[in-house]
């Protein structure tokens, strides 16, 4: 999964650089590296869906309106049924978000259209430690991961940072394994000069 992510992510670099004018990473939007991402990460899979509603969302009382978080991308063998579906004749032919792979994408930007980007540092402290125990805490979800795109001025400052994210997580007993890394040199259009992609292994709590 991490070789599929940086390969895939590599390749768009060497495409957009070969533009004219020249492009990078830096001018999609969130949302076309959500698509990219989830293109790679399920190249190898029979099915896979975005934006999911978590499976085992119950809503907190005495709000019974509150809407489910969605994860990112979910990989299957088959297609996941939604929570509203209703079993049906076809029903033994959909997967369970058991069998599932659940992958949250967390995108941090060290620089955005020239400027420093503000939520750069709380993509670690508070967006990635928010995902990791979400898909740690719902009770249906088996197998699960959160998939890094971390745009960086260097690659030693991408992957310091996702060094202290992981102690940090760590610290506060989330339960994660060891990232797989991966960088790649892009070019230094808006002050990001590296792309670096890590996988994470996350566990139930």
């Not at 999911?52 to 309106?65: H, I, M, Q, T, V």
């Not at 508070?126 to 995902?131: C, I, K, P």
């Given at each position: 999964m991490a070789d599929r992510l940086h390969?895939?992510?590599?390749?768009?670099?060497?495409?957009?650089a070969a533009q004219d004018p020249p492009a990078s990473l830096d001018d999609l939007s969130d949302g076309q590296f959500l698509m990219h991402a989830a293109?790679?990460?399920?190249?190898?899979?029979?099915?896979?869906?975005?934006?999911?509603?978590?499976?085992?969302?119950?809503?907190?009382?005495?709000?019974?309106?509150?809407k489910p978080p969605r994860c990112s991308v979910v990989l299957a063998p088959r297609e996941v049924a939604k929570t509203d579906d209703v079993p049906g004749l076809f029903s033994d032919a959909t997967s369970t978000p058991e069998e599932a792979c659940w992958v949250e994408l967390v995108l941090a930007r060290e620089w955005r259209?020239?400027?420093?980007?503000?939520?750069?540092?709380t993509q670690f402290t508070?967006?990635?430690?928010?995902?990791v125990a979400q898909l740690a805490t719902d009770e249906r979800i088996v197998h699960a991961?959160?998939?890094?795109?971390?745009?960086?001025?260097?690659?030693?400052?991408?992957?310091?940072?996702?060094?202290?994210?992981?102690?940090?997580?760590?610290?506060?007993?989330?339960?994660?394994g060891a990232p797989v890394i991966r960088s790649a040199t892009m070019p230094d259009v808006q002050g990001n000069g590296a792309c670096i992609t890590a996988i994470v292994p996350v566990q139930r709590l």
């Open positions: 390969a895939s992510l590599a390749q768009l670099i060497s495409c957009l293109d790679a990460l399920g190249e190898d899979a029979c099915w896979r869906g975005i934006e999911l509603c978590y499976p085992g969302f119950e809503a907190p009382s005495g709000k019974a309106r509150a259209q020239l400027e420093r980007c503000p939520r750069y540092a508070e967006r990635a430690m928010r995902m991961r959160l998939a890094w795109v971390v745009l960086a001025s260097s690659d030693e400052r991408g992957r310091t940072d996702l060094a202290s994210w992981e102690r940090l997580a760590l610290a506060e007993g989330l339960p994660i």
